[in-house]
């Protein structure tokens, strides 16, 4: 749902009656898909591969220690690219289906996904890099350099006037996907298993 900061930062919008809870349960009667197993499902295979990654608070890297959930937004975000150059419809029903498809039925094409969101999570947390998060204007001068309440905003990510930065990576990223490597390149290789029938 794009909410890394809230997510990192707070637990109460998710319990029942939270706000984020709300729109997740409520989404059926605003014209959405109720949350399913299948969503269930697809949650606990992003999750499992973020711990196979190592993120979260055992990490081994620095910069996997605090963005778990900026991980699930950065792979959802190029997940969706994919599947709009596909011209499949990036709700969220259509994610599920494809995670689970990349998880089950492409170990490989889920490992390259899971590669360049690595690499953007990665490079967003190297100091020096030239769309680092320590060069985010907001980071700088609303946070003052505070990179856990950085991590915690609810704005993380969610536009090009909050994190310039990440929106630029998450770009360069997205175009590199196009490259063939070998034969094939990596948005292909998820493209193919996502658009597969089985």
Not at 64 to 79: E, G, I, K, P, S
Not at 115 to 122: G, K, T, W
Request: aromatic residues 10%; proline residues 4%.
């Amino acid at each position: 749902m794009g909410e890394c900061g809230i997510a990192f930062g707070k637990n109460p919008p998710f319990l029942p009656n939270g706000a984020v809870f709300k729109r997740i349960v409520n989404a059926a009667e605003n014209g959405g898909e109720p949350f399913g197993v299948d969503d269930l499902y697809a949650a606990f295979l992003l999750q499992r591969a973020a711990d196979e990654l190592k993120f979260g608070r055992g990490a081994t890297q620095t910069s996997r220690r605090q963005t778990r959930f900026l991980f699930y937004m950065v792979a959802l975000d190029l997940l969706k690219d994919v599947m709009i150059r596909a011209n499949l419809q990036a709700s969220n029903r259509n994610c599920t289906e494809a995670i689970v498809k990349l998880f089950l039925n492409g170990p490989d094409a889920a490992q390259v996904w899971m590669d360049c969101a690595v690499e953007v999570i990665d490079t967003y947390l190297t100091s020096g890099a030239d769309d680092s998060i320590f060069e985010e204007p907001i980071f700088k001068n609303t946070f003052n350099n505070d990179l856990n309440g950085f991590l915690k905003w609810e704005n993380l990510g969610k536009s090009e006037q909050d994190s310039p930065r990440l929106r630029n990576l998450l770009a360069v990223n997205k175009s590199v996907m196009g490259h063939k490597i070998g034969s094939i390149s990596p948005r292909d290789m998820i493209k193919a298993v996502i658009t597969a029938n089985v």
